[in-house]
């Protein structure tokens, strides 16, 4: 490709949804025009801020404070800079053979670990296509779904709340969205047996109206939950939305679960807009416990599709599960 060709490519053809397209570019032209793979991938990683945040985290937290306490090292927190105590006395002989013995031992490490020291990051980042981490980050609206801090002040992450490593799937239902630092100290290490949570997705209950549902009565799915209409609908197209594991309360779900069902909440809240114009609001309940009101002991939320004048006063919602409390 002539100069002027890729001139124009760069200034006028070239959509960029990220970095990576100039910095390539740059790297090929800083490599006489060939490069591997490699070396283009280390140079995208210099240009990733999320990425020299996440070091510097691990230099400032875990690291350097590791050496810091056995006096090795001194920080100046205003500058951020680090220190080797004692670096001015030694001699060139001194630093290379110190050097020798870090690469020493870092080889020695890599060869009784290999690449198992990242595979978690590997794990977490490597299976999520870029469409499904906007859809969670979006989600949880770009903040950490663990401490809630902004997308703008540190940089999120796609995590599996069960490790993928434990049999956790990619589903968006078992997929959340945390900082680097909340990613970071998680990790993988919970000592839950995850292999009993997978196996309690599939429990069903003998003679459970709902977990023995008509797979004709099913009009949507994902992983972990299901839709139906109402036998008994209290407005028309009153949907209930239903984990598939048989589980009472609400309170018993896992957040997969709770992701899963307020997913298929949101979108069957949108058909229904599409369906029926009429529709200007919803009720949105479940009932949990016999005092509640709960006749099936099979965890279910209610979608309530409200039309203008279905009820003299509407005023209340909810309240009115108990008689004259709606009015206030």
Excluded at 284 to 301: K, L
């Amino acid at each position: 490709m002539k100069y002027q060709e890729l001139s124009n490519f760069i200034q006028k053809r070239m959509r960029m949804s990220h970095i990576y397209q100039p910095v390539m570019l740059m790297t090929l032209l800083r490599e006489r025009g060939q490069c591997s793979e490699r070396k283009i991938a280390e140079s995208l990683l210099a240009h990733d801020e999320s990425q020299l945040e996440y070091y510097e985290t691990i230099v400032r937290g875990m690291v350097g404070r590791v050496l810091r306490r056995h006096e090795i090292v001194e920080r100046d927190k205003k500058t951020k800079t680090w220190t080797l105590v004692g670096y001015e006395d030694l001699t060139k002989e001194e630093i290379l053979d110190l050097t020798t013995l870090c690469r020493d031992r870092l080889q020695r490490f890599l060869e009784q670990r290999g690449e198992t020291i990242f595979e978690h990051r590997k794990r977490s980042k490597g299976a999520v296509s870029g469409t499904l981490k906007y859809e969670v980050l979006k989600r949880a609206r770009f903040r950490c779904e663990l401490c809630g801090v902004m997308d703008a002040e540190k940089a999120l992450e796609v995590d599996h709340i069960v490790p993928r490593n434990h049999g956790g799937s990619d589903d968006i239902s078992n997929l959340q969205a945390l900082c680097y630092s909340c990613n970071a100290m998680k990790r993988d290490r919970d000592d839950t047996d995850f292999r009993g949570v997978r196996e309690s997705y599939d429990h069903r209950s003998s003679g459970c109206l709902f977990c023995e549902i008509p797979d004709k009565r099913v009009i949507d799915e994902n992983a972990l939950a299901y839709v139906i209409r109402d036998a008994y609908p209290v407005s028309e197209l009153h949907t209930l939305i239903l984990p598939r594991r048989h589980v009472a309360s609400y309170f018993e779900l896992g957040q997969p679960e709770i992701n899963a069902c307020t997913a298929l909440l949101r979108s069957e809240r949108s058909k229904i807009l599409q369906q029926d114009g009429g529709v200007e609001g919803f009720n949105v309940g479940i009932n949990d416990g016999e005092a509640a009101g709960q006749t099936i002991y099979h965890c279910h939320f209610h979608l309530i599709p409200r039309r203008v004048g279905d009820v003299d006063q509407p005023r209340g919602g909810v309240r009115h599960t108990i008689p004259g409390r709606g009015d206030y």
